[in-house]
C-alpha cells in the first residue's frame, strides 16, 4: 500500500493530538462516545500498520508493506538495552500514547494511585501484548526487551498528557462557571 507522506502525517496529527483533545472538550455524551469510536478506529488502524507492517518512507510516499511469509516461532528475542536506534526509540515512546491517553480520561474518577498502577500494569501489558504477537505470528519483525519497555513507558506519557489536557480543560470550564 502506498499512501502521500502528507496523508499519513495529517492521520497521525488526528490520531495523536485532535481526537483526544476534541473529544475532551465535547459535553454531549452521544457525540463524545461517537467521537471515541471514530478516534479508536483510526488509532487500531494505525497502530496495526506501525506493529504489523512494514514501513518504508522514501521522500513524498510511504509505503505499507504486510509480509506474513515469515517462520511461525523461528525467532529470537533481543534482551540487550543497549543500541537503541533514534528511529526505534521515537517510535516506541509515541506508539502508544493514546493508550495512556483513553486509560487515564476512562479512569478519571479514580483515586490518583489507582490511575498510576493501571497506567503502568496496562503499560506493560499492551507492550508484552505486542511483542508477543510479533513473536508469534510470521511476521518479519524483530522482538527486542527494549521496545516493551519504551511502549510502557509511551502509555505513561501519554497518560500525563491527558493529564495535562484534563487540567486545562477543567479550569476553562470553571472559569466559564464561576
Known sequence: MILPTWLVLLLGVICYFIL????????????????????????????FCGVFGKLGIDGNKVVINFDFGGRWCAKTIKWSLLNISTFDLVINLVMLLPVGMFILYFSQKKKWWVRLILLIFLGFASG?????????????????????????????????IAWGYLSVINKIRNKRNA
Do not use: H
Not at 129 to 150: G, K, M
Open 20 to 47: 483526544p483533545v476534541a473529544i475532551w472538550l465535547i459535553k454531549k455524551e452521544k457525540l463524545k462516545n461517537i467521537f471515541t469510536i471514530i478516534f479508536f478506529c483510526l488509532y487500531l488502524g494505525v497502530l
Open 128 to 160: 508484552a501484548l505486542i511483542e508477543t504477537c510479533q513473536f508469534i505470528l510470521p511476521i518479519q519483525r524483530s522482538v527486542q526487551l527494549s521496545d516493551a519497555i519504551l511502549n510502557m513507558v509511551s502509555v505513561f506519557i501519554g497518560g500525563l
